[in-house]
């Protein structure tokens, strides 16, 4: 598997793969999804990364570098969306990718790197425990309630 960051090019194909994430999910339109990628390289570090083979993009995760103004200015990194297409699973991609992201915080300086999952299966917990991430913080966060868009006329 190839590790690179990902292109503008990229973007349909990641946002078919993230469908392996949330089948449920509303994805953004390809303009709206082509600029939060530029919003995101914004942020000194921070990008997505992909793992491709020859059918395509199969693994990704994002990785956001985080100004700090604690631990000698030290910033810290944070991975989103890691997700590996459903027929490629359990051949390590998956822990690859995420190797390449925290290769990429500690170039970046990031004093540590976080993420959350809401995942409560033990396959998914010992994944990123055999990735080297420890279990070791309580998480906490609270959601926007969605706001739909209903077309009064199909109620």
């Known amino acids: 598997m190839l590790i690179r960051t990902a292109l503008r090019t990229d973007v349909p194909q990641l946002l078919d793969?993230?469908?392996h994430l949330d089948a449920t999910d509303q994805l953004p339109a390809l303009p709206i999804a082509?600029?939060?990628?530029?919003?995101?390289?914004k942020y000194l570090g921070s990008n997505?990364?992909?793992?491709?083979?020859?059918e395509g993009i199969i693994a990704s995760c994002t990785l956001i570098v985080v100004?700090?103004?604690?631990?000698c200015g030290?910033?810290?990194?944070?991975?989103?969306n890691v997700v590996?297409?459903?027929?490629?699973?359990?051949?390590?991609?998956?822990?690859?990718?995420?190797?390449?992201?925290?290769?990429?915080?500690?170039?970046?300086n990031?004093?540590?790197?976080?993420?959350?999952?809401?995942?409560?299966?033990?396959?998914?917990?010992?994944f990123y425990v055999d990735a080297g991430f420890e279990q070791s913080k309580t998480g906490f966060q609270i959601r926007r309630e969605s706001t739909r868009v209903t077309d009064a006329s199909q109620e």
Request: one cysteine or more; charged letters at 20%.
């Open 34 to 41: 082509e600029h939060c990628l530029d919003d995101l390289r």
């Open 17 to 19: 793969l993230y469908l």
């Open 74 to 80: 030290q910033p810290f990194g944070l991975i989103e």
């Open 67 to 71: 100004p700090n103004l604690t631990r």
């Open 110 to 126: 990031c004093y540590k790197v976080m993420l959350m999952t809401g995942s409560k299966r033990p396959s998914t917990l010992n």
């Open 48 to 54: 997505i990364f992909v793992g491709l083979i020859e």
């Open 84 to 108: 590996t297409h459903a027929a490629h699973r359990r051949r390590g991609f998956g822990r690859k990718i995420l190797q390449a992201a925290v290769a990429a915080s500690w170039q970046a």
